[in-house]
């Protein structure tokens, strides 16, 4: 089993919708990420948090919306979101920056009518 | 474009057998990388990493050779078991600008008994 947990597992939302994705670890790591992944195609970095402050965002758009309210959680807000927004986003954490493992919860599958 | 690939996008073994999994990287400052088994249904699970210090490291039953001269990273499974099926995405830390972890494409290795 994940030490990253990510809540919910599906999510079905229509493009007005507002929804939040939510990740948990426990394992005292201080960086924390978002990744979005489509059908067949590798892990792509969205966010990254430092420490509880953002420190990469990958010009991503502002329809998606990260959220660390301590350094155990981190949301994701989504807000308006398009068919191509499709697809599963994952979670992960590492003990303090990029250079050590980054583990990874199973995802939120998200589908957008 | 991606700075980490892979030669083969598919490969099948027999049971039993060893796997060789390949990555070539573009970027020879790369200093850190990172194997991910990834099971249907399952975020990316870490397998074993190596920093360009080294040219070989040992984990339980796998090994990644990293070869800075040529820029080619592999992941060697040892008596592959239908458990080992799955994708597996070599990765790496970028270090220009703000360091990412980026993923090569994936190589789908399936098992057959």
Not at chain 1, 38 to 56: D, G, H, N, R, W
Not at chain 2, 24 to 48: H, L, M, R, T, V
Request: contains cysteine; aromatic residues 8%; glycine residues 6%.
């Amino acid at each position: 089993d994940t030490e990253v947990t990510q809540t919910p597992k599906h999510l079905v939302m229509g493009m007005t919708n507002k929804k939040s994705l939510k990740c948990e670890q426990h394992m005292g790591h201080r960086a924390m990420y978002w990744y979005k992944q489509k059908a067949k195609k590798p892990p792509e970095l969205m966010f990254v948090y430092s420490y509880e402050k953002l420190s990469i965002n990958e010009s991503v758009p502002s329809r998606f919306s990260p959220e660390c309210p301590n350094s155990s959680l981190l949301n994701l807000h989504l807000h308006a979101l398009q068919p191509e927004d499709s697809a599963l986003y994952l979670c992960a954490s590492s003990l303090a920056g990029m250079r050590q493992p980054q583990h990874f919860g199973d995802g939120t599958r998200l589908s957008i009518l | 474009g991606e700075s980490v690939g892979l030669h083969l996008p598919t490969l099948s073994v027999q049971e039993g057998d060893n796997s060789i999994i390949n990555c070539a990287y573009s970027n020879s400052a790369s200093d850190y990388f990172i194997w991910y088994k990834q099971e249907s249904g399952k975020g990316p699970q870490f397998i074993i990493d190596i920093r360009s210090n080294m040219d070989k490291r040992q984990g339980q039953r796998v090994t990644v050779l990293l070869n800075k001269t040529v820029k080619h990273l592999s992941l060697q499974i040892a008596a592959t078991q239908p458990g080992d099926s799955a994708v597996y995405f070599c990765a790496e830390i970028l270090i220009q600008g703000a360091q990412k972890l980026v993923f090569g494409q994936g190589t789908r290795l399936t098992i057959n008994p």
